[in-house]
């Protein structure tokens, strides 16, 4: 992706430029980052759109039940690798190097998620959400068993499959916009 294209193929919106309600819910995100994530200034093209996303993005990645911030971030990563998405790689490998604190992490499950070392509980989580990215059709009981021989609570196989479910759609909509990584996010926790 050049460094100069657009940031999305149809243009984007400032976070001053949008309904009150959105620049109140996205100035936490701005003031914590110190940017505003282009994935929002795409989406402010339409804000009931943007405040869809934002409410199943944080109803999945902000809750401190069943999976860790940090596995969370572990699913997006393997799914937006897995579907070839280079803005949620590297926008959610930035925030997974930040959580972990591993700076190798995200680079290495987003090229090499079959390949890589793992923890045995994060090999499961990643197994997982590679199965219901690259072969949805065929997921069944076989991948839950393994899912729950590997310690996984069902609650838990609910958050990684909840989660590749939505960056699929994600991932999907970074392609469509061309959508361009802010540069903050390639030197993040590194």
């Not at 290495?108 to 199965?131: F, K, S, W, Y």
Request: charged share 25%.
């Amino acid at each position: 992706m050049e460094r100069n294209a657009p940031v999305s193929r149809f243009g984007t919106v400032e976070v001053e430029d949008l309904p009150d309600d959105l620049r109140e819910r996205l100035a936490p995100v701005v003031e914590r980052s110190g940017f505003t994530p282009n994935i929002f200034r795409a989406l402010g093209r339409r804000p009931a759109e943007l405040r869809a996303f934002l409410d199943y993005h944080d109803a999945l990645m902000t809750s401190d039940e069943g999976l860790s911030r940090a596995e969370r971030e572990l699913v997006v990563v393997a799914t937006s690798g897995a579907n070839g998405c280079p803005y949620c790689v590297v926008a959610h490998g930035a925030i997974l190097r930040l959580r972990t604190k591993e700076p190798h992490l995200a680079d290495l499950v987003a090229t090499n998620p079959h390949g890589c070392e793992l923890e045995p509980r994060q090999r499961a989580i990643v197994d997982l959400a590679l199965r219901l990215a690259l072969h949805p059709a065929g997921f069944g009981e076989a991948d839950l068993r393994a899912a729950r021989d590997a310690g996984l609570t069902d609650d838990e196989i609910w958050d990684v499959g909840s989660i590749t479910a939505f960056f699929a759609a994600s991932n999907r909509l970074a392609h469509l916009f061309g959508l361009r990584p802010n540069d903050e996010f390639f030197t993040m926790g590194r």
